[in-house]
């Protein structure tokens, strides 16, 4: 039953509303639908999602109910296609702590939506299987809440909202005499019921009880057979424990079920001790990889909507292949980078097989640096936000042995401006800064695609022109130095900086084969055009 696609038993009818709908229009849909929950759409795609929670706080705070919906609705809409299977989308609400998953076609249109509830009917024949009683989860419950008949109603969404819990015992001499639930504060918001009135007049009585050695599998029966999604804990006095919610059922059917989860947290450690940035998880179908959970820095760098989509939606393709297929030979990948946009990335990750079968194969566990910064902050000078020393010169190293292969030539130019320490001296170094950066963007405008520049130290820059003689590079060079001549540029208190500056070229292979003879014969070219009279280009 877990491969049974969701298209095949999601629920459609009183689920949606649009969103210029009322918050009223909206709550008496919800008391109607008995799911506590109502999709908003727009165009027939969901855009938000109000569940009896939501209502509560609204309740509490007093909100007017005339307002429109979707203005409060502030949930992500977590959503899957049709053609996903109950399993899946089990492992979904799991993975996401969510009680219910929203059902699209493949246009993102509005399908329905299923419920753990509808989940765990449709795996019910696997939990038979499970030995696990509720004794066992006890522990994992929260401590048991409660108010007494007398207590109003506003007070019931004060506990609620304080202790962010869908249910509340009602306790008389700490005997449970009914329970009340967000269900309940529902239907009596549709009916207009004042906050003011006592609990004791709209809790739900008789309970549902059960001791700690009853098998989870018949909590199960009863909250199908019942359509409710608690039920109260009671010791051998019949004094209450807990409350059991479905969510409950769900974490520890979890546990049992799935092999993989267990192994999840397993391998915890392992993913602390890579210290992610960013982490994501994707299901391998078979046919395609789908992400299935990303944490807080991911969803805040990709978005939300890379939830149940294809992992190539938000990584390049030809990285993914990459990727996948390396995680798929040696189960682990270590400090890949690519780039996405403007952006560049580190990833590490690992992949899991799943036991058992079913449309799941395994899963990967990803985990992405961003390193731009890194990046930039190793290859670009802070001031003039240009290439730094180092880069140019690795990038030197590699132009030569590219020029080697391929017989080609190419051209270096070492610049240096002339008399800067004057504009320093008189105008000041905060004017001297201003002057390199304009200097730059100069160069950084006029040079060609294939050129680089970097600066080299303090005033002196270099240029390096890919697949250039030396005569084309003189004509470049000297069409940059008539710019640089014509060059104003403004600096503090409202003055002009007149600057020029001098040029040494060199070309490979002519005036040398290393990285050493071309830079001495640049500078010496430099050293040339400085004693010609400054402003000059020598080659």
């Known amino acids: 039953m877990v491969n049974l696609l969701l298209s095949e038993i999601a629920e459609y009818e009183n ?8 918050l009223r229009d909206l709550i008496k849909l919800m008391s109607t639908n008995h799911k506590g929950v109502v999709i908003i759409l727009e165009n027939d795609q969901p855009i938000g999602i109000l569940t009896e929670r939501d209502v509560v706080r609204i309740l509490h705070e007093g909100i007017d109910l005339d307002e429109r919906a ?14 996903r299977t109950v399993g899946y989308a089990l492992n979904l609400t799991i993975d996401n702590k969510i009680r219910r998953v929203v059902v699209t076609d493949t246009d993102n249109n509005f399908m329905g939506l299923v419920t753990q509830q509808d989940l765990l009917k449709h795996v019910e024949e696997d939990f038979y299987r499970l030995t696990i009683k509720v004794k066992h989860i006890l522990k994992e419950s929260r401590k048991l809440i409660s108010v007494s008949p007398v207590d109003s109603l506003s007070t019931v969404l004060k506990v609620m909202i304080e202790n962010n819990i869908s249910a509340i015992a009602v306790l008389q001499d700490n005997i449970a005499v009914g329970i009340i639930t967000e269900k309940d504060i529902l239907q009596l918001a549709a009916d207009n019921i004042p906050i003011q009135n006592k609990v004791g007049a709209y809790m739900s009585n008789p309970l549902d009880t059960a001791h700690p050695d009853t098998p989870l599998v018949e909590i199960v029966e009863v909250m199908n057979l019942k359509n409710i999604r608690r039920v109260l804990i009671v010791d051998k006095n019949d004094l209450p424990l807990t409350i059991i919610t479905i969510r409950d059922v769900v974490k520890n059917l979890e546990g049992d079920y799935s092999k993989f989860l267990e192994r999840k947290l397993n391998n915890a450690k392992q993913i602390l001790n890579l210290l992610p940035e960013m982490m994501i998880e994707v299901v391998d179908t078979g046919k395609e990889q789908l992400v299935v959970w990303a944490n807080n820095k991911a969803i805040n760098m990709f978005g939300n909507n890379i939830i149940d989509k294809p992992v190539m939606n938000f990584l390049p393709k030809k990285n993914w292949d990459y990727i996948y297929i390396t995680l798929m030979t040696v189960n682990k990948i270590e400090n890949i980078k690519f780039k996405k946009g403007d952006r560049i990335y580190e990833l590490s990750g690992f992949f899991l097989k799943t036991d058992g079968g079913g449309a799941e194969k395994g899963r990967f566990q990803l985990i992405m640096r961003d390193i731009t910064e890194e990046i930039r902050m190793s290859t670009v000078d802070t001031l003039t936000n240009i290439y730094n020393k180092r880069f140019i010169n690795e990038f030197l190293i590699k132009e030569i042995e590219r020029s080697k292969r391929l017989d080609n030539r190419f051209s270096i130019v070492i610049c240096d401006m002339d008399d800067f320490k004057k504009i320093n001296d008189t105008l000041g170094h905060l004017s001297g800064d201003m002057v390199l950066k304009s200097f730059s963007e100069l160069i950084a405008q006029m040079i060609r695609s294939q050129d680089v520049v970097g600066r080299y130290g303090g005033d002196e820059f270099m240029l390096i022109l890919p697949e250039t003689d030396r005569e084309t590079a003189l004509h470049i060079i ?4 008539d710019n ?4 104003e540029v403004s600096v503090l208190k409202n003055k002009k900086a007149k600057i020029t500056a001098s040029f040494g070229i060199a070309t490979f292979p002519e005036d040398g084969t290393s990285s050493d003879d071309l830079l001495i014969a640049s500078d010496e070219r430099l050293y040339k055009a400085k004693s010609l009279g400054k402003n000059t280009v020598a080659n």
């Open 70 to 83: 979707d203005s409060h609705s502030k949930k992500t809409v977590v959503s899957t296609q049709g053609d």
């Open 15 to 22: 689920l949606s509303i649009q969103g210029d709908a009322s």
């Open 478 to 481: 000297d069409r940059l130095r």
């Open 484 to 487: 640089i001549e014509k060059m």
